[in-house]
């Protein structure tokens, strides 16, 4: 199956100077028979889904992430994966923190897996009637980077610790004040 999509965005992440690698597609969902439509699962992917990996190094940590095309649907998902799963005892809290979390943020969302502790961030696009370039890509990627980078520490912690989320996350979002350091002035200097 040609997959141009796919193509585009790995040489425009190549031009970005990151270092993409393709994983093997994920096969298309039987489609289920009348039948077993009431008990199918409605996440099984209704297209083969193509998958290009890379490393990425934040200013706090270094993780994967996933960039998921779907061709058909000219749909494109970025997944940066925290490096920690979150053990079973440490979830409800976790999830409690990343809903807190999510309800501020404009562009994308953490995502926790519950059966197996993955903490995932999510921003995706539907580029259907647009033209793909450089920036929007850009957009795309670094706006999922940077979100995945500033509640990193926080989130280990989470995990590691019982300190209180609320301190957590407000450690997370106002730097400046732990650190004397100004997120603004550093990112435009």
């Excluded at 994983?23 to 969902?29: S, Y």
């Excluded at 809290?93 to 953490?110: E, K, P, R, S």
């Excluded at 989130?155 to 400046?176: F, G, K, M, S, V």
């Amino acid at each position: 199956m040609p997959k141009p999509l796919t193509d585009q965005i790995y040489q425009l992440l190549l031009e970005e100077g990151l270092q993409p690698d393709y994983l093997p597609a994920i096969p298309v969902a039987d489609t289920p028979t009348e039948s077993e439509a009431s008990t199918a699962n409605p996440l099984q992917p209704h297209e083969p889904i193509h998958t290009l990996r890379l490393p990425v190094r934040g200013k706090h940590a270094e993780w994967m992430c996933l960039v998921r095309i779907f061709e058909q649907t000219e749909r494109v998902l970025v997944y940066s994966i925290l490096p920690a799963h979150v053990p079973t005892e440490r979830r409800h809290d976790v999830a409690l923190m990343l809903t807190q979390i999510n309800y501020g943020l404009i562009l994308g969302n953490f995502e926790l897996d519950l059966q197996d502790g993955e903490v995932r961030y999510k921003t995706s696009l539907d580029i259907e009637a647009i033209s793909l370039n450089a920036t929007v890509l850009r957009n795309l990627l670094y706006g999922n980077f940077f979100s995945l980078d500033m509640y990193y520490h926080a989130l280990i912690q989470a995990i590691e610790t019982d300190h209180p989320i609320e301190q957590l996350i407000y450690q997370a979002e106002h730097p400046n004040e732990m650190t004397g350091f100004d997120l603004v002035d550093d990112i435009v200097h």
